[in-house]
């Protein structure tokens, strides 16, 4: 019956605010289980791309996903620190191409302060073992100044010759500061999408000269040492937090990480960055998991209001299936109309669901790129995107079929018969 698509789209519009109704619910729903998902394969993305070249951390010994919370991604704080002579021996093996020491435990308005070496911008890889490079200015020469990542910049609204203070300790708000050392933004990076952003960099000299008149993490009474008399101190790291390392063969990395595990000197550990993202996505599988579960059952919840609708439309619509009975339709047709009408609106939820995601991706990406280092996918649509748009269109179809062949089962004389 080449007029039945034509009936139903009729029929379909004078049922609009009903059927409008259950179209948003299942866009919303299709909304947050994409939502989901596509958050879920950005983490893992941006959480892979953040350390890159970086054949192994070195640290206090600890749990390997410790270490990379803390050396990485600055989050948590180490067990214990690397004695400075442990650290020159590790660097001085034969197989160990490059180092990058960093130190931490300060920070500035929330945002941690990372002591290192110039090094650091030199061989410190991201991504696709991007380089770090500058949007202004340069790295840090000087005792007092400091490089601020994109995310710094951007929201403290710095700008080159900046004065900051630092303050003692990770906690985002610190009574105890370091306000006679104030340091200069001599560079600002830019944006890499990683910890990186939101992250100040000073030299390890700098954080030696800020705790010079400091013992046992507090400031020692009656006891000030100006800026300009620092110099005139040995500014050499005693400790710092961690160390990466670059290998001049990734033959030799179980080797050097043997070498690390076994240190004689003191007990630290060797993970490779990879088997710790590993981990850490083990333990985090569990929230991945319930996350996925609790959106695909809000998608069930709206094909079961789908279902709920077109099985409570069929009483109302009697009398029209039965005139499309009386007019040649059959029943197999009968059914075919209210399964495709169920497919076509679950087909325009999703499309719309999909479509209203790319928009919210689209604005909000460098808001939450600034604020969480999140990195969220720019491709309009992904693999396992398209496999759950089709579980959903799949779970429509089945779900649909109930009130189908009951529409299926309705005579023609049931349909005629007004009802008592």
């Not at 991504?127 to 910049?153: N, T, W, Y």
């Not at 990076?189 to 990683?194: D, K, P």
């Not at 003191?266 to 996350?291: C, N, R």
Request: proline letters at 4%; one cysteine or more.
């Amino acid at each position: 019956m080449p007029y039945l698509p034509a009936l139903a789209i009729k029929s379909a519009w004078n049922r609009r605010f009903t059927l409008g109704l259950i179209l948003i619910s299942v866009a919303l729903s299709t909304l947050l289980l994409l939502g989901v998902e596509r958050a879920r394969t950005s983490a893992r993305q941006s959480f892979a791309q953040t350390v890159s070249g970086t054949d192994l951390i070195v640290g206090a010994r600890t749990g390997a996903v410790q270490l990379l919370l803390y050396s990485i991604f600055h989050l948590g704080d180490a067990t214990n620190n690397v004695d400075w002579k442990s650290y020159q021996a590790i660097a001085s093996h034969p197989e160990v191409a490059w180092t990058i020491p960093i130190s931490l435990g300060d920070s500035h308005r929330g945002f941690p302060v990372l002591g290192t070496t110039p090094d650091y911008f030199k061989f410190f890889r991201y991504g696709a073992k991007h380089a770090l490079s500058f949007a202004q200015g340069r790295r840090f020469d000087g005792i007092f100044e400091a490089v601020v990542g994109a995310g710094v910049a951007e929201k403290l609204d710095y700008r080159l010759g900046d004065s900051i203070i630092l303050s003692h300790g990770t906690s985002g708000v610190s009574l105890v500061s370091h306000a006679d050392k104030p340091f200069t933004v001599v560079g600002i990076l830019a944006r890499t999408g990683t910890p990186v952003d939101r992250t100040v960099h000073v030299s390890l000299a700098a954080i030696e000269a800020i705790h010079l008149d400091w013992s046992g993490g507090a400031p020692i009474p009656g006891v000030s040492i100006p800026e300009k008399y620092v110099t005139k101190f040995d500014l050499t790291p005693k400790t710092i937090t961690a160390v990466l390392l670059g290998l001049k063969s990734r033959i030799a990395v179980f080797r050097v990480q043997r070498y690390v595990n076994e240190f004689k000197g003191e007990p630290l550990m060797a993970t490779l960055p990879g088997v710790a993202l590993d981990q850490l996505w083990d333990v985090m599988s569990i929230a991945e998991q319930s996350l996925l579960f609790t959106s695909a059952m809000v998608v069930a919840a709206s094909l079961a209001g789908l279902v709920a609708v077109l099985l409570a439309g069929l009483g109302e619509r009697r009398r029209e299936l039965a005139i499309l009975r009386s007019v040649g339709a059959g029943p197999w047709q009968i059914l075919l109309l209210i399964l495709g009408e169920s497919i076509f609106m679950t087909l325009a939820a999703c499309v719309s669901g999909l479509l209203v995601l790319d928009m919210l991706t689209w604005i909000s990406s460098s808001w939450i790129q600034s604020h969480y280092g999140l990195t969220l996918s720019n491709d309009p649509v992904s693999t396992n995107e398209l496999i759950l748009l089709a579980a959903i269109l799949l779970a429509a179809a089945t779900a649909s079929t109930i009130p189908a062949f009951k529409a299926y089962r309705q005579t023609l004389v049931d349909g005629l018969t007004p009802r008592i």
